[in-house]
């Protein structure tokens, strides 16, 4: 398993939210997907992403309402991907790069087919070393 593509190992039961979408039909969505993650947009257009952090910290601790705060307003614009014909020490240093622990897979067509985030990466990898090398590369440190 030798230089593993992000392909067997990203989730590829993907669930895009709309933009004009409440804050709570994001969470609900995330609840329902098993994720902390969405990313924002219509079909293949990405417009932005996410996350359960998001909707707490820059929501609900301010005191906003989540049913009626749009995702629009709280989603981060800036979206990290890589190829699913990637490599996942490639993903990896994609994230470190970024600072991101979760990226947006596209495949060849430059189409969304998944996602792939660094705590998959850590418990379904099988093969310990290429596990080790892909935390180094992402952190920067020997794991």
Known sequence: MENQQVNKLMERNLKLINADATLEEASIKMKQAGCGFLP????????????????????????????????????????????ESDTLKDAAQVMSENHVSRLVVKDENDNICGILTFGRIIRSNDNKQETSEVVERATGKAA
């Not at 909707?55 to 614009?77: H, K």
């Open 40 to 83: 924002v947009g219509v079909e293949n257009t990405l417009e932005g992403i996410i996350t359960d952090r998001d909707i707490v910290v820059r929501a609900i601790a301010e005191g906003r309402d989540p049913t009626r705060e749009i995702v629009r307003d709280y989603m981060t614009s800036t979206v990290c991907c890589c190829k």
